[in-house]
Structure formats: C-alpha cells, structure tokens
T-cell receptor, first 114, second 114 residues
Framework: AQSVTQLGSHVSVSEGALVLLRCNYS??????LFWYVQYPNQGLQLLLK??????LVKGINGFEAEFKKSETSFHLTKPSAHMSDAAEYFC????????????FGTGTLLAVQP | EPEVTQTPSHQVTQMGQEVILRCVPI?????FYWYRQILGQKVEFLVS????????KSEIFDDQFSVERPDGSNFTLKIRSTKLEDSAMYFC????????????FGEGSRLTVL
C-alpha cells in the first residue's frame, strides 16, 4: 500500500532563510503528488501538485517542489521564508486505487523566526 | 471561485449523541470524500462516495458512520452514537476528475465530544 513519510514533524527557520520540507513516498509506481498547507484553524489549501510532465513544479506563495523518481521524493522548497509561511504542511499522494484517494503524510509544522 | 462549504464549523456534543456534519460540494463535482484529522495527527481518509453509493471506506468508517446525499447539493456524514475518540476536524472534499487525484477541501467541521 502507498505510504508517505515526512521527515521532521517540526521545522524552524529564520525569516529569509531557505525552507526545505521533506517528503518521500513508498510506491514503485509514481503516484500523483501534492503539497497542502494548513494555516491555524483553517482548512487544507493546495500549494502545488505533480501529475505528469516537468518534474519541477511551482506553486503559490513562492513554493516549489521537485519530483525525483529515483529517490521517490517530492521535497518542498522556498528560497526565502516569510513570517506568513508559518503553518502546517502536508505531503499527499494518490493511492492508485478505485477512487484514487489521497494518502497524507503526518505533516510538518513550519515555524519562522524573526 | 467555487468552493466546498461545510457546516457547522464547530459542534460540541455529549458522548452517545448523534451528529450530522454537512457539506456542499462544488456543483459540477460528482465524487465526494470525508477525511478526519484528530488534533495533532495526520489527515486520514474515511470514505469516498459516487453515484449515491460508497466507493471505498477505511477501517475507521465502522457501523457508527454513514454518509448520504439527501438532495442534489448536500453530502452528509452522520455519526450515530459519538465517542470521545470521534473528536476531530472533519474535512469534506470533492472532485470532478478522481483520476487527477486533486481534491478540493472544505474548511472543516470541528467536532468536540464531551
């Protein structure tokens, strides 16, 4: 069964520093991959997605992620963190089943220090 | 922009009571999902629904849970007799094309069982 691993449940960076949030998936068959962001007391907002084509995908708020099949990874990056980026970030993959539902990682809480 | 709406945003109930969480999916979407997120934990799949029947359900979705599309716009999740461990944020999602894996989530309904 498909699974998602997010290394680091808490990540803290300084404002202006690089953000790197890690995500690895388990399947040998590349799924579709997503990053969602959840701000405090809010729902899940799609940041970016990879389905096919270019392996470097750009999302909202300056985030991007690169699909690396050889490493079964889909790490999320942002060159320069902003205070407003503080949130929880979830990596998700499709399971390839009948309804192609999403399987979520455990999430990474990003803190941005002034 | 079309969005998934959920009501209530927060419900407090006594253990053993019935709860109905309501969702209005995006109007041209035909595939519906419920996920839940226990505080501090990952987002978990509960059930998917298409053509007025359950497509897939998880182990969590036991006989205490049911879903229904009572009319052309609403999609409901009923918990028949709530338990303390049902306290969580419940997210509704919909999609037009499940093959893409991209789900559109509502803001969530926070259920607190006392």
């Amino acid at each position: 069964a498909q699974s998602v691993t997010q290394l680091g449940s808490h990540v803290s960076v300084s404002e202006g520093a690089l953000v790197l949030l890690r995500c690895n998936y388990s399947s040998s068959v590349p799924p579709y991959l997503f990053w969602y962001v959840q701000y405090p007391n809010q729902g899940l907002q799609l940041l970016l997605k990879y389905t096919t084509g270019a392996t470097l995908v750009k999302g909202i708020n300056g985030f991007e992620a690169e699909f690396k099949k050889s490493e079964t990874s889909f790490h999320l990056t942002k060159p320069s963190a902003h205070m407003s980026d503080a949130a929880e970030y979830f990596c998700a993959v499709t399971d390839g089943g009948a309804t192609n539902k999403l399987i979520f990682g455990t999430g990474t809480l990003l803190a941005v220090q002034p | 922009e079309p969005e998934v709406t959920q009501t209530p945003s927060h419900q407090v109930t006594q253990m053993g009571q019935e709860v109905i969480l309501r969702c209005v999916p995006i109007s041209n979407h035909l595939y519906f999902y419920w996920y839940r997120q226990i505080l501090g934990q990952k987002v978990e799949f509960l059930v998917s629904f298409y053509n007025n029947e359950i497509s897939e359900k998880s182990e969590i979705f036991d006989d205490q849970f049911s879903v229904e599309r009572p009319d052309g716009s609403n999609f409901t999740l009923k918990i028949r007799s709530t338990k303390l461990e049902d306290s969580a944020m419940y997210f509704c999602a919909s999609t037009e094309f499940p093959s893409t894996g991209e789900l559109f989530f509502g803001e969530g309904s926070r259920l607190t069982v006392l």
